[in-house]
């Protein structure tokens, strides 16, 4: 199989685009397609100041790596979940990459600051693991980008984790969720960071692709507590309907935002919704739709069932 | 040819000479989940695979 562009010998084919690339042009394709995404959904320019959060796996070390190449100010943020070798690993590959490039880290440690890993914790609330985890990690994205002066806040979430999310919140009907669902969201209040996610137009196996190409060294294994999870029968299921009609995810999921963005004079704008409902925590003053935000709840709860010296506030 | 695989690491003999394409089918793996590496190269669905081959099948999906 040969690239369709300089005719050199491929290295990946993209069913959805007729298409196949060399190394070369792969990497060409996938940084135009971030680049787009950036000015299509109005991310952030060459003079912004932006935080990627990094998890050690192939999205987020590509994204920060894609960044670079294209000229834009990224720095990166861990968060270490404490989940044993899988997140020595993980912490591991982002050091080694970040100190190769140059790359300032932040680095937030769960043991260290709320005094017990994520397993510990997700156990003391009696919440599922996954769920727990996600609380903490916006908390941290959202606070650390905000704290640090960054503009905005970017994540490595792919075609294949944005197609998997709808088709889960579609199925259960969480319709509250959909809003939340696109590329870009405001920073609509003082406390909130921009968020934005620079790689919706791309598949997970075209980022897989980019990061051997690249030499970017990420963590292979699955986080041992996804085994299980409803997303990755969601990509499953997904992906046999990719093999079957190639252009599937993409129909699914744009197709989702160009509804959105036609219904868009008919709704209130995010911005004028979350200035209507968000208000500063009364704990913490992370903006927040309750009295206490989810995340003070959480460490509360915590704190009330579990060993006094154990977890931090 | 030797086949590597994640999600437990493991490998396996695959009889070759063959396509990867028949490759992942014999192993039950959609193209769409998975990259094929052989020494440090990708290879697409089309490259013909020899006994003497050792290849990683690796899973997309990873990290978390």
Excluded at chain 1, 62 to 69: E, G, H, T
Excluded at chain 1, 139 to 156: C, D, I, P, Q, W
Excluded at chain 1, 157 to 165: G, P, S
Aim: hydrophobic residues 35%.
């Amino acid at each position: 199989m040969r690239c369709r562009k300089c005719k050199a010998k491929a290295v990946l084919d993209i069913p959805r685009h007729h298409t196949a690339f060399c190394k070369a042009c792969l990497t060409e394709f996938v940084c135009a397609q971030v680049e787009r995404a950036i000015a299509e959904e109005r991310m952030f320019t060459t003079t912004d100041r932006v935080l990627v959060a990094v998890s050690g796996g192939k999205d987020s070390l590509s994204l920060l790596d894609i960044l670079r190449k294209l000229g834009y100010q990224a720095d990166a943020f861990y968060v270490d979940l404490g989940i044993g070798e899988y997140s020595r690993q993980s912490k591991e590959k982002v050091e080694r990459y970040t100190s190769a490039h140059g790359i300032p880290l932040h680095v937030h440690e769960l043991k260290e600051d709320e005094g017990a890993g994520i397993n510990d914790l997700a156990d003391l609330v009696r919440r599922p693991t996954c769920s727990v985890c996600g609380t903490l990690k916006r908390y941290h994205f959202n606070r650390t980008a905000v704290e640090k002066g960054y503009h905005v806040l970017a994540t490595g979430h792919n075609l294949d984790d944005e197609a998997a999310r709808l088709l889960g919140n579609i199925l259960h009907w969480q319709t509250e969720y959909l809003e939340k669902q696109g590329p870009t969201l405001p920073d609509s209040v003082e406390g909130f960071a921009k968020k934005v996610k620079p790689l919706y137009r791309l598949a997970e196996r075209e980022i897989a692709a980019y990061a051997i190409v690249n030499g970017i060294d990420y963590i292979v294994e699955e986080c041992p507590n996804a085994q299980g999870a409803k997303m990755l029968l969601y990509k499953d299921i997904l992906n046999r309907l990719e093999s079957e009609s190639p252009g599937t995810k993409q129909a699914f999921y744009w197709g989702f935002l160009a509804r959105q963005e036609a219904d868009k004079q008919a709704r209130p704008s995010m911005a004028e919704h979350d200035r209507a409902v968000l208000h500063p925590c009364a704990t913490c003053g992370q903006p927040t739709t309750g009295e206490i935000c989810s995340y003070c709840k959480l460490m509360a709860r915590a704190k009330k069932d579990g060993p006094a010296t154990t977890v931090s506030p | 040819m030797k086949v590597m695989l994640n999600h437990p690491v493991r490998e396996v003999e695959v009889k070759g000479p063959r396509r990867v394409r028949e490759v992942l089918k014999e192993l039950n793996l959609l193209p769409e989940s998975v990259l094929v590496v052989r020494g440090d190269d990708l290879v697409t669905e089309e490259e013909l695979l020899r006994d003497e081959d050792r290849i990683e099948i690796r899973p997309v999906i990873s990290g978390g």
